[in-house]
């Protein structure tokens, strides 16, 4: 693989510099959070980079499941005053007699550094772990004025309306079509996902919750193979996999995306750098026992990944 360049990366122990290579695609300024909000936080006032509550209190679980912690960062995304959004660091998670105060973290604390198109991954939460953000709002960005909008990346990437019944044709993605990870016009045909396959015309979420899609998050500790996606006994499925490297990857650390009965889909190699962004796509035949979707790592090794499964039935 050729160096092409860097990529700045925001940790939660500071910006770091990864090499860029070509045959991996990295996104620029990818940042790493414990946390997002689902909701807007408590009557707060934006005063510099620091956000603090009005009144004394603890700011309580965000995201229904996560508790926080001074030094945790997280992307605060549903301000109504959208100018306070941003990547925050907690300076206090407030108490009976102290507000609760954040300060937006290293890497987007200054107006150059924040730029259209930043990726956000978050680890944990119920309705925002293992997902990644995009900052869509355009430039040029002036903190603490312009309006910060952060949109799910997978969706921005699909698009609203991205799968119509004109676009796909049957069979058209499969692993022959595609370039080590690489999916575009070329590859797809019109005429194969029709409405009554895509659960209501529906997005992402409604395709997670009909079966016909997965988000799982998986480290090295596992050991053994995580099932990402049930076996279809009946359907040939086109299957698109998004792989989030949320941990970067040691020198032995390895991710194999596949289907039980040993169809390759998306490998992430070792030393893949945190923030690295991997698609992969196949045509998985119809199989009781051999077309679960599984992730395997390497068992010991460091490294975790965020991987979203979806499968389109052809026929």
């Known amino acids: 693989m050729k160096n092409v360049g860097t990529v700045e990366v925001l940790t939660e122990r500071g910006v770091r510099a990864f090499p860029h290579e070509e045959e991996t695609v990295l996104v620029p300024s990818v940042s790493r959070v414990r946390m997002a909000t689902a909701a807007a936080l408590a009557a707060c006032t934006l005063t510099g980079n620091v956000l603090e509550a009005d009144a004394a209190g603890a700011v309580g679980d965000i995201d229904t499941t996560v508790t926080p912690a001074v ?3 997280i992307l605060v995304k549903n301000q109504v005053a959208g100018l306070q959004n941003g990547v925050y660091e907690f300076l206090s998670v407030g108490g009976t007699t102290e507000t609760w105060k954040l300060r937006r973290a290293v890497g987007w604390d200054v107006s150059a550094r924040v730029k259209a198109g930043r990726i956000v991954a978050v680890s944990e939460g119920t309705a925002n772990g293992n997902s990644a953000f995009l900052l869509t709002t355009n430039d040029p960005i002036t903190l603490n004025s312009t309006v910060l909008v952060f949109g799910s990346a997978l969706a921005v990437a699909l698009g609203a309306a991205s799968v119509t019944n004109a676009m796909l044709a049957p069979n058209s993605v499969d692993s022959d079509q595609y370039v080590d990870g690489s999916i575009d016009g070329v590859h797809i045909a019109d005429g194969a996902v ?4 895509l659960a209501n015309g529906a997005g992402l979420a409604a395709l997670i919750a009909t079966g016909l899609g997965a988000s799982v998050n ?3 500790a596992a050991g053994a193979p995580v099932s990402a996606l049930a076996a279809d006994a009946v359907n040939d499925r086109a299957v698109l996999v998004v792989v989030v490297v949320t941990e970067a990857l040691t020198t032995t650390a390895e991710f194999a995306v596949a289907t039980v009965g040993g169809l390759a889909i998306r490998a992430v ?3 893949t750098a945190l923030g690295a962004v991997l698609v992969g796509a196949a045509t998985v035949p119809a199989s009781v026992a051999d077309s679960e979707i599984v992730v395997t790592p390497t068992a010991g090794a ?14």
């Open 218 to 220: 998986v480290d090295n």
């Open 194 to 197: 029709t409405a009554g396959k």
């Open 269 to 271: 190699p070792a030393l």
């Open 71 to 73: 030094g945790d960062l």
């Open 302 to 315: 460091t490294g975790a990944v965020a991987v979203t499964v979806l499968a389109l039935p052809t026929a």
